[in-house]
């Protein structure tokens, strides 16, 4: 068996461990160069978060200030339910920013009332409606399979829906009664190219789709 080669690894001091401080110089070699590596790595890691963070915050407060600028060039006032979604592009038109807003919705129980009533409305109208809106509307309240639960851009398309029925408005009133926003979520994104009539590449900042 050949000899082990030998490793510069750093022996002076301590190594924290889950009892507390240890002798470096009584740990086995390739246990000091995990416990290195890990360290380092982490730290690393760590420093990475704060900076992306220090700087998500900063892009955040010039994109509120980039907004209260435009409103006061247009002396307008920042409405209470606001979006706040913004896109900006450089007078080259190679560089580009995208804030959108995507809000996470979810159905009610009031859909059981939606549901009623839309049986009424199809009942009454029998023949005068389309079968293809029929077969749309009906589907509207069928359960996903998979989640059992009913899906909100299909309940979303019915409010498209015109019906020459009294009780239509009740349903549309009751369909958007019955979708609820739960959460909303920003999306801040960053886009460039060298040239104008280039394709425009997306500027990645999650760490496991960055290319090295």
């Known amino acids: ?9 750093n022996r002076e001091g301590t ?6 401080p240890w002798p470096r110089a009584k740990v086995a070699t390739s246990t000091l160069l995990a416990n290195d590596f890990a360290v380092e790595m982490v730290g690393d890691a760590k420093a990475l978060h704060d900076l992306m963070r220090e700087t998500k915050a900063r892009m ?10 435009l409103l006061t060039h247009y002396r307008a ?4 339910n606001s979006r706040g979604q913004i896109e900006a592009s450089s007078m080259d038109d190679c560089f580009r920013v995208n804030l959108s807003i995507a809000d996470f919705r979810r159905v009610t129980s009031d859909i059981v009332a939606a549901q009623a009533l839309m049986g009424e409305v199809l009942d009454d109208l029998m023949e005068d409606v389309n079968p293809d809106i029929r077969l749309l509307l009906e589907a509207a309240f069928v359960p996903d399979e998979k989640t059992g639960r009913v899906n909100v851009e299909r309940l979303q398309q019915v409010r498209r ?6 009780r239509w408005p009740d349903v549309l009133d009751a369909v958007a009664n019955s ?3 739960t959460s909303s979520k920003s999306y801040l994104r960053f886009y460039w190219r060298e040239r104008h009539d280039q394709d ?3 500027i990645v900042l999650q760490f496991s789709k960055i290319s090295v």
Not at 1 to 6: C, F, I, L, T, V
Not at 60 to 69: N, R
Not at 77 to 80: A, E, L, M, P
């Open 60 to 69: 955040y407060a010039k994109i509120e200030d980039y907004e209260e600028k």
């Open 200 to 202: 425009w590449q997306q």
């Open 1 to 9: 068996m050949k000899d082990k080669e030998m490793i510069e690894v």
């Open 161 to 166: 829906i015109k019906l020459s029925h009294p």
């Open 15 to 20: 190594v924290m461990t889950c009892s507390g």
């Open 179 to 181: 979708i609820e926003v």
């Open 77 to 80: 006032k920042k409405r209470k």
